[in-house]
């Protein structure tokens, strides 16, 4: 089955770039979505679509997928933004929806 | 406004069949395009994707655990159920139904809060 490998973990000062990446085999022709989960709270849908943010969620998450690797960027990152983050993709050629493990940011 | 709510049983033991339900509003599975899916995360652990029923009652499963699984769809009732038999400890974890429309590319664009399940004796 598609694995998708994340870091387990990826920090970043206050107001720098965050960049956290979700490796799959050629995840480049696969429509990669991202979920921001705070402790406690159900995941939240930030990035669809490799690139495309739904209503409500800042200017400052942006997403791109090339290749092998898919990519999560937080610019300007805030104490607020600290969660841990998952890459998500569904694999047709095998009939599966695939989350990555997870990625853990800190803000500090 | 979409809202999706879980419910089902808090507590199950070891080899007993699970059943959780989804009661969702803002929507209806009867609209092409929309789906629903069930999502679990262990305790401290990452989300693993379940099953997902789809508006024309097109199914999917897990490949690892799709032997176990079942999820059915009542439109009127606005619920989407799944079982999952043989329960193990293994399976102690948060149940997560959330809503997917293929105009977003099956994303799961809103979740439920949750419904925590442990499988002990």
Redesign the interface.
């Known amino acids: ?1 598609y694995v998708l490998t994340q870091p387990p973990s990826v920090s970043v000062a206050p107001g720098e770039t965050a960049s956290i990446t979700c490796g799959g085999s050629n995840i480049g022709v696969l ?1 990669v ?1 991202w ?1 921001q ?1 705070k402790p406690g709270q ?4 930030v990035i ?2 490799d690139r ?1 943010r ?1 209503s409500g969620i800042p200017e400052r998450f942006s997403g791109s997928n090339s290749g092998n690797t898919a990519t999560l960027t937080i610019s300007r990152a805030e104490a607020g933004d600290e969660a841990d983050y ?1 890459c ?1 993709v ?1 694999d047709r050629g ?9 990625t853990k940011l800190t803000v500090l | 406004q979409i809202t999706l709510k879980e419910s089902g049983p808090t507590l199950v033991k070891p080899t007993e069949t699970l059943t959780v339900t989804c009661t969702f509003s803002g929507f209806s599975l009867t609209t092409s395009g929309v789906g629903v899916g069930w999502i679990r995360q262990p305790p401290g652990k990452a989300l693993e994707w379940l099953a997902l029923i789809y508006w024309d009652d097109d199914k999917h499963y897990s490949p690892s655990l799709k032997n176990r699984l079942t999820i059915t769809k009542d439109t009127s009732k606005k619920q989407v159920v799944l079982t999952m038999t043989n329960m193990d400890s293994v399976d102690t974890g948060t149940y997560y139904c959330a809503h997917s429309d293929r105009i977003a590319e099956d994303s799961f664009d809103i979740w439920g809060l949750g419904t925590m399940v442990t499988v002990s004796s």
């Open positions: 089955s429509n979505h979920y989960q159900a995941p939240v849908l669809y679509s495309d739904p998952y998500h569904w095998y009939d599966h929806m695939v989350f990555g493990g997870g």
